[in-house]
């Protein structure tokens, strides 16, 4: 019985020694109300930058935005997999491409059609000027403690973004 109790002791001090050491079994952390509208409006980010491009590589050739586009609908399917495993609505589900929930992104997205469709050398400069707000959205977005889920997403947009950046200034 004390042998019982002897490693029963031993085992406890060793995972609380390694929840100390390496932060192990934390409780989960859940996306705050703010965080959860950021997701909301971050994967509507990406559904305009993957309908923009989209558009625009339909009306002014060229494979880069087919391919920018295709990426894009991978980033908007990694935020959606945060949505979900948090039970929070995706308001891209519902919405036909270059319709949006969001007011502001709907007007961005009329906005830069408008100036992306004038030209190549003008549609070029719209999807710099998409990846340079992804990219300030996100880096402000990983300012604040987040879920490890949502901090692995986060990054792995950023890291997109930021090729998709080099590839429309090369």
Known sequence: ??????????????????VAQFGVAQAAVR???AQKL?????????????????YL?????SAKFANIARSEQTHMDQIAAVLKSYNFYNPTT???????RDKSLQALYNELIARGEVGILEAYQVGVDIENLDIKDLQEMQKEKMPADMADAVARLLA??????AAFTR
């Open 1 to 18: 019985m004390l042998k019982k109790k002897s490693l029963a002791v031993i085992a406890a001090t060793v995972a609380i020694s390694t």
């Open 31 to 33: 996306p705050t109300l």
């Open 38 to 54: 950021q997701l909301q409006y971050l994967v509507e980010e990406e559904k305009l930058a993957r309908d923009v491009y989209t």
């Open 57 to 61: 590589a339909e009306n002014v050739t």
């Open 94 to 100: 519902v919405r036909a491409a270059g319709v949006f």
């Open 160 to 165: 997109g973004s930021k090729n998709h950046l």
